[in-house]
């Protein structure tokens, strides 16, 4: 039944201290946003949505730099009922084409810079709009132009919704080459963000240092999403810079980031345990956490960092707890309202203890399928409701689960997926280029990166850089390749298939030297 209560702005909205003059953003040099802020900004920008025509279930697709109008803008689309459609701002005019004409978009938000680009992709989009990282931008000066015209006025009343309505789309490449939607509900996105607010204790007093992308689950729904549940305020930057991270430290109560965020600190001469003092809690995820990094994190600051797991179709599924035992390469325990098994290649429950199978969960938090993909969704769900994460795990006798590899070929590096068979399709169009196969290796920075194995007509006509130039024009940076090996031929099992384990063996240190 729809109610406004349903809307995950409204679930916020509940949590928002009582007094909306409390900082809800301080990003720095005197410059502050309030809870007052979210409101009025975000209530003009769902109502001249609405004064467009834009209806509940229209797609959002936003690629932006972050500010925080970028989170006025996300608040107003779970207020309007509208579905956001965050993307990488790497993402290249390949990947942009795919998604919008797959989310088919009723407007499109981009960088002043990407307008040009934008204009020839949104052929047909009704609405296409500018905002820039300081804010300004065609999206916010048409609200205010709206205003002063008298075409809309100040307020709005969040709509009520079915507690399925969609909230967000964010796209994951398929290991198959073709991307996949994957639709997350207010219900999913609310049961997360209040199961993590306890999970972490979170409350209004905490300071959340944000320097994750907001494109990203981990920087959107993880990071905002408890600060918006509790109270709390961000202590705002644009990006991880590890000189500006050790400067705000002190403002700080709590820091989420990737473990390459961790490395980097530990690398930094003037990262002691008197930085942190104030600091409750660090959190890391999006990427296994070594072990090594976790010990040496612990001697240099006495704080332990909490490990969690979870998934663009999930969101957090597991926690190391708050208080408790945080142990060292595992990802904690079920969250409440999460239930995890592992299983045989047959589907049957591995009831030994520490048996490795493959991951399966199932709650709140889990996404209610693909975009328009039923075939897919029914594929990846089993009978019982239970999701198939792709990745192998084990469970100890405490319950804590351990991920120990990826039944798919994903590689995550910097915290961000990589899928081989996209960067693979651009390879294998090369001229000269007879076949590749993009595996992932150790990185000293980014814990992960990806190497292309070619085998090519002729090695003297085709050199590396000439593969890494021509993918540097179809995929986001972050998805080429660190290196490109040539080879006679790629290794293969009995059935012809690609043995990408054995070349993950052969090239195992390849990155060790690379920053």
Sequence with gaps: MKSVENNLYRIFERHFPESREAVLIDAGGGERYTYDDAETQSALLAQYFTSLGLEPGDRITVQVEKSPQFLWLYLACLRAGLVFHPLNTAYQRAELEYFIADAEPAAIICDTKKLPLFTELAAGIRHLFTLDSDGTGSLFQSCRDSVREGQIAHGFSTRALEPDALAALLYSSGTTGRPKGIMLSHRNLAANAEVLVQAWGFTSADRLLHALPVFHVHGLFVAIGCVLASGASLVWLPKFDVAQVLERLPDATVFMGVPTFYTRLLQAPTFSAGLVSGMRLFISGSAPLLAETFNAFKACTGHVILERYGMTETNMNTSNPLRGERKPGTVGMPLPGVEVRVV????????????????????????????????????????????????????????????????????????????????????????????????????????????????????????????????????????????????????????????????????????????
């Excluded at 009831?351 to 991951?359: M, P, R, S």
């Excluded at 399966?360 to 399928?369: D, E, I, P």
């Excluded at 920075?445 to 090519?456: H, L, T, Y």
């Excluded at 021509?470 to 690609?498: C, I, W, Y």
Aim: hydrophobic letters at 40%; a neutral charge.
């Design 344 to 515: 045989d290649e047959n589907g049957k429950v591995l009831g030994d203890v520490g048996a490795v199978g493959n991951l399966q969960v199932k709650g709140k938090n889990v996404f209610r399928g693909y975009w328009r993909m039923p075939e897919k969704t029914a594929e990846d769900f089993t009978g019982d409701g239970f999701f198939n994460t792709g990745d192998k795990a084990s469970i100890d006798s405490d319950g804590y689960v351990t991920i120990v590899g990826r039944s798919k070929d994903m590689i995550i590096s910097g915290g961000l997926n990589i899928y081989p068979k996209e960067i693979e399709a651009v390879i294998d169009k090369i001229d000269g280029v007879v076949e590749s196969a993009v595996i992932g290796v150790e990185h000293p920075d980014f814990g992960e990166g990806a190497v292309a194995v070619v085998v090519a007509q002729s090695a003297e006509k085709l050199a590396a850089d000439d593969i890494i130039t021509r993918l540097k024009t179809s995929l986001a940076a972050f998805k080429v390749p660190k290196k490109v090996v040539f080879v006679d031929e790629l290794p293969r099992n009995a059935m012809g298939k690609v043995q990408k384990n054995v070349l993950r063996q052969r090239y195992a240190g390849l990155l060790k030297l690379i920053q």
